[in-house]
């Protein structure tokens, strides 16, 4: 399958700082991404959608001016947790699709721990 | 969205055929039908997609009944290293949310 490469793996930072993750489709284009975060022993909760060039479309509960993302090439895709506080500590996965094909493939995840 | 239902859990040994059936009961017409496995820490990994009837590739087989209200993945020969958790998602191509739902935890025990 497509290669989705997602940096960093794991990231320690302070509270009251922000962190940028990026993701990154390798081998294809990725017309639309999703990103997510993930609480032990629970399944993904989708934050938000974006589309190459437009803004992203966020889910009920999340906020937009916390969690900036921005998808300004066909093939990265980054997500901005800013003002990070303990509670934003969380497995965060994104997921890029491409125009011509129905599956989405996954970046391995960032572990982010606000401390 | 078309909503999933799969069970919370599945239990078995190596070697044996691991079957999990997802329903979809309101699964529209241009939906196709995703399982992912996923492992601690790590991102889900696409195992198979199909819209009807069977598909199979080498590592499970999708079975789709004619009626899409459910589907059902099957994982021939588990070995320890099948034990994840298998997701089971539907979408169209076109509006692709690509929501989870709980998924189903299977222990594959020696």
């Known amino acids: 399958g497509a290669v989705v490469s997602q940096h960093p793996s794991w990231v320690i930072c302070k509270s009251g700082t922000s962190v940028k993750i990026e993701c990154r489709s390798l081998d294809f284009q990725a017309t639309t991404m999703f990103w997510y975060r993930q609480f032990p022993k629970q399944s993904l909760m989708l934050m938000a959608t974006s589309n190459e060039g437009s803004k992203a479309t966020y889910e009920q509960g999340v906020e937009k001016d916390k969690f900036l993302i921005n998808h300004a090439s066909l093939t990265l895709s980054t997500l901005t947790v800013t003002s990070a506080h303990p509670e934003d500590s969380s497995f965060y996965i994104c997921?890029?699709?491409?125009?011509?094909?129905?599956?989405?493939?996954f970046g391995q995840g960032t572990r982010l721990t606000v401390v | 969205l078309a909503k999933t239902t799969q069970p919370i859990s599945m239990d078995s040994y190596e070697g044996q055929e691991v079957n999990i059936t997802c329903s979809h009961n309101?699964?529209?017409?241009?939906?196709?039908i995703t399982w992912y496995q996923q492992f601690p820490s790590q991102g889900p990994r696409f195992i198979i997609q199909g819209y009807k009837t069977k598909v199979t590739n080498e590592v499970a087989s999708l079975f789709i009944p004619a009626d899409r209200k459910s589907s059902t993945l099957s994982l021939p020969r588990v070995s320890l290293s099948d034990t994840a958790v298998y997701y089971c998602l539907v979408g169209g191509s076109n509006d692709y949310k690509l929501s989870f739902g709980a998924g189903t935890t299977v222990t594959v025990r020696a």
């Open positions: 309101n699964i529209a017409t241009n939906d196709y």
């Open positions: 997921s890029a699709k491409g125009r011509v094909v129905t599956e989405a493939f």
